[in-house]
Nanobody
């Protein structure tokens, strides 16, 4: 599987960004997908995941109500809409593909990451 993220960048606090992840070499529509992030000196954090089928979603408490994960199975693309960004959202964001479909078991495949920087 290959995962390629795009859409990162520099934004002011309170602003928005949308990350995209183009997936190939896998049956995207049958795969649970997730976004992780890692800030310097901090542990990697699962930001959100979305399952196949009905598209059940789950979010880290730190982003609930601000971030939305979604998928377009026709385009083999995963998205992360990030609103009301805060400086503490600054991190490298990674697109991941899970080993399951209707259940999230963790990430099996990782993209190269895209930097998101939120200035105060």
């Amino acid at each position: 599987a290959q995962l390629v993220e795009s859409g990162g960048g520099l934004v002011q606090a309170g602003g928005s960004l949308r990350l995209s992840c183009a997936a190939s070499g896998m049956t995207f529509s049958h795969t649970a997908m997730g976004w992780y992030r890692q800030a310097p000196g901090k542990q990697r954090e699962l930001v959100a995941f979305i399952t196949s089928g009905i598209g059940y979603t789950n979010y880290a408490d730190s982003v609930k109500g601000r971030f939305t994960i979604s998928r377009d199975n026709a385009k083999n693309t995963l998205y992360l809409q990030m609103n009301s960004l805060k400086p503490e959202d600054t991190a490298v964001y990674y697109c991941t593909a899970g080993s399951g479909g209707s259940t999230w078991y963790g990430a099996d495949y990782w993209g190269q990451g895209t930097q998101v920087t939120v200035s105060s």
